[in-house]
């Protein structure tokens, strides 16, 4: 679950909007790691990888801030002892609901759609997503009519990628004139208001929020005036 059209988020968002609920199966599961983490399972994905030989386990939190307890010590790998934990509880909640075998007893289904062995289990969140929609559902031309309102001969460019927004100046000089200006904090207040009218669940606080500032200049120079370079 990596961008807004995915599967996997928009079934997501049907249960943060209360039109959907974890399937069932994953239920005792979602239950225990909230418990013992103190955190709050939106969603829970089963999958295979390697060519459908190792088992795969994506949690969904509804925070990055969850997600992020989840995270081994150096901040770049997931905690294996989160892991091994979380991967040997599904597979007793599967087994107390009878759907992998258990000691020769009753399966609920002939043929297991489970798999547990050596299972990775790996975690996402909601908000990171869905902010990313929410920048992303802002129409092209408002944001024109944006850059119109604002009026501004210095203004080059309003360019939105993932959930962030960079207004591009001409030069590097009026990227300095301008950064922690009255006039930023200006545009600012403006595209905020702007892609508050998408921002379904709220998670984009002005508090927190501001618009970046960079130049034409740097574009050119640095990027080859390409936006795939830039956003590499």
Known sequence: MITPTD?????????MLGKK???PEFKPLAEWVDKTYGVKTINIFYSTIDKGTRPRLEICFEHPKEKAQFNSP??????????????????????EQGLIPNSGLFMKQAT????????????????SIARIEANERVPEQ???????????????????AFSGTTIFLYT????????????????????????SQYDEFGYFKREFF???????????????????????
């Not at 599967?7 to 249960?15: A, V």
């Not at 150096?74 to 087994?95: H, M, P």
């Open 7 to 15: 599967k996997d988020y928009k079934e997501t968002k049907q249960i």
């Open 21 to 23: 609920e974890l399937k």
């Open 74 to 95: 150096n901040g770049f790998n997931f905690d294996s002892d989160k892991q091994k934990a979380i991967g040997k509880k599904f597979k007793e909640t599967l087994k």
């Open 112 to 127: 297991s759609k489970y798999k547990t062995e050596n299972i990775w289990v790996i975690y996402v969140d909601f908000e």
């Open 142 to 160: 408002k944001v024109k009519e944006l850059k119109a309102e604002l009026d501004n001969k210095d203004i080059w460019e309003i360019s939105r």
């Open 172 to 195: 590097d000089e009026q990227v300095k004139k301008y950064e922690n200006s009255e006039e930023h904090k200006k545009w600012t207040d403006k595209y905020f208001e702007l892609l």
């Open 210 to 232: 501001s618009v970046y500032l960079d130049s034409k200049e740097n574009f050119d120079n640095n990027y080859e005036s390409n936006w795939y370079y830039y956003y590499k």
